[in-house]
């Protein structure tokens, strides 16, 4: 069955700092990838999606994801984060693709804090 | 271009209650889908719509979970009765139609039950 894990239940980075996210997914064919951010009291919003081609994707608000076939893994990157970051992220699969459909599977979310 | 309107934003309701949550998607997206977030995990979809007919419905729990989209475009999701672990934020997205399009988010319902 397809499942994604994120690994890092909470994370706290300095502003400014680096930041990577981990994610890691069971799904027997290819995937098609995503990272959505959650801020309090709204709605996901994409970051990025990977559905072929090149394995480093670029999304919004400066944030990158590469897909590793070889470990499972599409991790999110950000090479200086803002205060403004701060939020939940969710990894999500893409299955059930059978005629034409998007089933997204989501990760449990890691809830990202910013110090000043 | 307006978003995915959802209503209400909040909801209290005793157990063993009804409740009721309208969803609006974005003008002229074909496929609409409703997830259920509880509290510290990712959402789950419940039902996933094609224009109005019902495309996937497996993790709905049909004995007291129902939901329609009437000429293919505003949907409803009932709950009826409402249990303790109902409680959760009910989210509606809506999408193009094909299976690569992004599925673009609403606000979501926060759903209480005491």
């Known amino acids: 069955a397809q499942s994604v894990t994120q690994p890092d239940i909470h994370i706290t980075v300095s502003e400014g700092a680096s930041l990577e996210l981990r994610c890691n997914y069971s799904?027997?064919?290819?995937?098609?990838l995503f990272w959505y951010v959650q801020s309090p009291g709204q709605g996901l919003q994409l970051l990025l999606k990977?559905?072929?081609?090149?394995?480093l994707v670029q999304g919004i608000k400066g944030f990158e994801a590469e897909f590793k076939r070889s470990q499972s893994s599409f991790n999110l990157r950000k090479p200086s984060v803002h205060w403004s970051d701060a939020a939940e992220y969710f990894c999500?699969?893409?299955?059930?693709?059978?005629?034409?459909?998007?089933?997204?599977?989501f990760g449990a979310g890691t809830r990202l804090a910013v110090h000043p | 271009e307006a978003g995915v309107a959802q209503s209400p934003r909040y909801k209290i309701i005793e157990k063993r209650q009804s409740v009721a949550f309208w969803c609006n998607p974005i003008s002229g997206h074909a496929t609409l889908y409703w997830y259920q977030q509880i509290l510290g995990q990712g959402p789950k979809l419940l039902i996933q719509?094609?224009?109005?007919?019902?495309?996937?419905d497996s993790q709905l729990p049909k004995d007291r979970f129902s939901a329609e989209r009437l000429k293919g475009v505003d949907s409803t999701l009932k709950i009826q009765p409402a249990k303790l672990e109902d409680s959760a934020v009910y989210l509606c997205?809506?999408?193009?139609?094909?299976?690569?399009?992004?599925?673009?988010f609403g606000p979501g319902t926060r759903l209480t039950v005491l």
């Open positions: 719509f094609q224009n109005n007919g019902v495309v996937d």
């Open positions: 999500a699969v893409g299955a059930g693709f059978s005629g034409g459909y998007n089933k997204l599977i």
């Open positions: 990977y559905f072929s081609g090149d394995t």
């Open positions: 799904y027997g064919a290819t995937p098609y």
């Open positions: 997205a809506s999408s193009e139609g094909q299976a690569t399009d992004t599925q673009y």
